[in-house]
T-cell receptor
């Protein structure tokens, strides 16, 4: 139990579908992150929210849309994805900037 | 632009051996460096965090060192066990919320 819970654990979707990934943290942290992990590539930071405000957006295509309704919940809304978007999507949280991050177990996404 | 490199990409050792994993980074202006472990199909588990002002951190059989001037960190694992088999990731915090990860070293410890 890491304190960061991601659902679903696995998701298979077609390119025309719309789905959402969910992340919830029970650690009282103020910052939450979305990362993409593709095979044989380093983790790529996608978005960072601090106190529900987006503070980092690393040139992510608009087909990925984050939402942070409160400091405990983070969503990643997906629509019209491409096959190259198949990856492990990891959520993390940290108390604040420059602080160690705690990770969830990820959502394995497959695009058909 | 900060880049993080981990060598070797994969390593296979017999049980009981001491081993060293390497991490190098191109920009010495870092806040901290963190070593993680990732098991297949799982998220990342934090092993050790070294602040930029520190030279090393120890936890059980693990010891991590940091040399900012040369842009290097090592993770030393003593008396390796089959349960240590996993991918080990090095991550550098460059300030604020940005963390740059290496591609990892995949370790296999043979019983």
């Amino acid at each position: 139990e890491t304190g960061v819970t991601q659902t679903p654990r696995h998701l298979v979707m077609g390119m025309t579908n719309k789905k959402s990934l969910k992340c919830e943290q029970h650690l009282g942290h103020n910052a939450m992150y979305w990362y993409k992990q593709s095979a044989k590539k380093p983790l790529e930071l996608m978005f960072v929210y601090s106190l529900e405000e987006r503070v980092e957006n690393n040139s992510v295509p608009s087909r990925f849309s984050p939402e942070c309704p409160n400091s405990s919940h983070l969503f990643l809304h997906l629509h019209t994805l491409q096959p190259e978007d198949s990856a492990l999507y990891l959520c993390a949280s940290s108390p604040n900037r420059n602080q160690p991050q705690h990770f969830g177990d990820g959502t394995r996404l497959s695009i058909l | 632009k900060q880049e993080v490199t981990q060598i070797p990409a994969a390593l296979s050792v017999p049980e009981g051996e001491n081993l060293v994993l390497n991490c190098s980074f191109t920009d010495s202006a870092i806040y901290n460096l963190q070593w993680f472990r990732q098991d297949p199909g799982k998220g990342l588990t934090s092993l050790l965090l070294i602040q930029s002002s520190q030279r090393e951190q120890t936890s059980g059989r693990l010891n991590a060192s940091l040399d900012k001037s040369s842009g290097r960190s090592t993770l030393y694992i003593a008396a390796s066990q089959p349960g240590d088999s996993a991918t080990y990731l090095c991550a550098v915090n460059t300030g604020g919320f940005k963390t740059i990860f290496g591609a990892g070293t995949r370790l296999f410890v043979k019983a």
